[in-house]
Each structure stands twice: as structure tokens, then as C-alpha cells.
């Protein structure tokens, strides 16, 4: 772990995984029936292509909600009306009429206070909500990752739902890496036919990401594009080594022998700590 373990830093985009891992607490909690239920269900005022949207999309980032001509499931973009739409869901999943309305205790109730997880907090924005954590409370959640959604022999997420965030979802959907809405992601097609995305993670399935790394590593990020070095908050995780790295204000400098991109410019860490790993996640027998 780096940074400050009682400091409270707002992670910008690492919320968007938290999100999407209240959804697998909401599946097994029985509140939603699977991740191809419609959204209109929680959110009436979807309309047109739109009220075609699933769970499934919103956490893969393909309901084309920029493109409202499009039909969800045919293109992958970085959207802030993904995470929007996500954390209304959410809170009218939890009995909530917006997530403007002590959002709070959705995060409590799905898996937070099942983690033990204490030193963070939520505040409001256009785009959903917003997490400020600790430090160490995305190590809990990264330990929660890597034991399949288990805490202390206590399933908070659906089974298996963890390790289908930490695979690539996005196979066959074409890439539009240049979305305006919450900025372009610096990757290209040229390097990425499709996006490395899971459900609001960046994952390194298919070896492009990190190549001298195992596939099984995934990570979330929050950070800006557009600078050879920027300040970011990266949390990163391996199933298959039980490896967690919780990374809070770092500077991470772009390597000139990667491509460009928010997920890839961690490249020379996880690849430096992929070359030392030894043995099997502790956590799974």
C-alpha cells in the first residue's frame, strides 16, 4: 500500500468499482433478479434505445447512452452517464428515490459495513457519487475481491460475480476511445481492438495491458488523461497470487515502451510486482 492510512482521499473514478460491486451485493441479497434485467424497471424515464439498457451494460460501459441512436451492447464508451445511471439504480434498488438521499446506507448495507470498512465517506455530484476513502479500506475491498466476494467466511457478493469483474467483458463491441463525456482514456484501437474492460474495471484478460503479467490481474483507477505524469489513485488486484495494491495521490510517469492509456501507465509496477510473486492466492484453496 502507498499513502496515508487515515487520510481520507477522494478517488475519483476508483468509485465506479465500488459501484459495480454493489451490484453483485444486490444479487445476492436477492434485490435484483440478474444483470440482464432491464434498467427501466429502477429507471422509468429511460426511453427509446435507451430503456433497452441492462445492468449488464451500464457495468461494461456499453449502453451507448451518448449515442442514443445506437442500441446498447454495440458500443463501448467511458461515460459519466454510466455511473450516474448506476448509482440511481442503485439507490431505488435500496428504497431510495435519487442517490442524492443518504446514498450512504446503500454502501453500508451491500458490503461495506460487511467488510469492516470505516474510514470513508460520499458526497454528491452531477455524474453519481462521489467516494472518499482511507487507505486502508481499498485493501479491504481488494481482499474482498481476491476471496470471490467472501469476508471472513461471510459471502457480501453474489458467487462468482468477483471474478467475472476481473475478466474482460467487452468482447465483440467496438471501442470508441474518445468519448467526450468524462474525457478520452488515451487508448487506441491500433493497440486495443476492444476495450480491456470488466465491470468498471480495467482487466488484463487477454495479456495487452500488462503482457508480463497473469491475466488474472484487474484494477481500477481513477486519474487524468493527457500529461506524462499525473497524480492518480489505482487500486489493483490478482486472484491467482492474492496480490492487493492499494495505491492513493501517486505519480505514476507513462513509459515510452507502452502504449498510452490510464490502465496501462501501471504497467511497470504490476509487472515489477508480478516478478516476485511466489506461490498461490493464500486465500483459495
Not at 431510495?96 to 470498512?117: H, I, P, T
Not at 468524462?182 to 480491456?196: I, Y
Not at 497470487?241 to 515510452?256: C, D, F, K, N, Y
Request: with cysteine.
Amino acid at each position: 500500500m502507498n499513502g496515508s492510512f487515515t487520510d481520507r482521499t477522494m478517488v475519483r473514478s476508483v468509485r465506479k468499482t465500488f459501484h459495480a460491486a454493489t451490484v453483485g451485493a444486490a444479487l445476492h441479497q436477492g434485490r435484483i433478479a440478474s444483470l440482464d434485467e432491464p434498467l427501466r424497471r429502477w429507471i422509468p424515464e429511460l426511453s427509446g434505445n435507451n430503456a433497452e439498457a441492462t445492468w449488464r451494460h451500464v457495468l461494461t460501459q456499453t449502453t451507448a447512452f451518448d449515442e442514443p441512436q445506437l442500441k446498447p451492447g454495440t458500443l463501448w464508451a467511458y461515460s459519466d452517464a454510466n455511473a450516474h445511471a448506476l448509482c440511481l439504480a442503485l439507490a431505488r434498488v435500496w428504497g431510495l428515490a435519487d442517490y442524492r438521499q443518504d446514498y450512504e446506507r446503500v454502501l453500508q448495507k451491500s458490503f461495506m459495513n460487511g467488510m469492516g470498512a470505516t474510514g470513508w465517506s460520499t458526497s454528491i455530484g452531477a455524474d453519481g457519487v462521489a467516494l472518499s476513502l482511507d487507505l486502508e479500506d481499498p485493501g479491504r475491498f481488494g481482499l474482498l475481491m481476491i476471496n470471490d466476494g467472501v469476508w471472513r467466511d461471510r459471502r457480501l457478493l453474489a458467487e462468482g460475480f468477483a471474478a467475472a469483474m476481473a475478466t474482460k467483458q467487452t468482447y465483440g463491441v467496438i471501442p470508441n476511445f474518445d468519448n467526450a463525456n468524462d474525457g478520452p482514456t488515451e487508448l487506441r484501437v491500433d493497440d486495443f481492438a476492444e476495450s480491456p474492460y470488466g465491470y468498471m474495471t480495467w482487466t488484463n484478460t487477454d495479456a495487452d495491458l500488462w503482457p508480463a503479467a497473469a491475466p488474472t490481474w484487474a484494477t481500477a483507477l481513477g486519474t487524468g488523461p493527457g500529461r506524462p505524469e499525473v497524480t492518480g489513485d489505482y487500486l489493483a488486484w490478482d486472484s491467482e497470487s492474492g496480490i492487493v495494491l492499494a495505491i492513493v495521490s501517486a505519480r505514476i510517469r507513462q513509459t515510452p515502451e507502452t502504449p498510452r492509456g490510464w490502465p496501462v501507465r501501471l504497467r511497470p509496477v504490476i509487472e515489477a510486482v508480478q516478478a516476485h510473486v511466489r506461490g498461490p492466492n493464500p486465500l483459495v484453496e
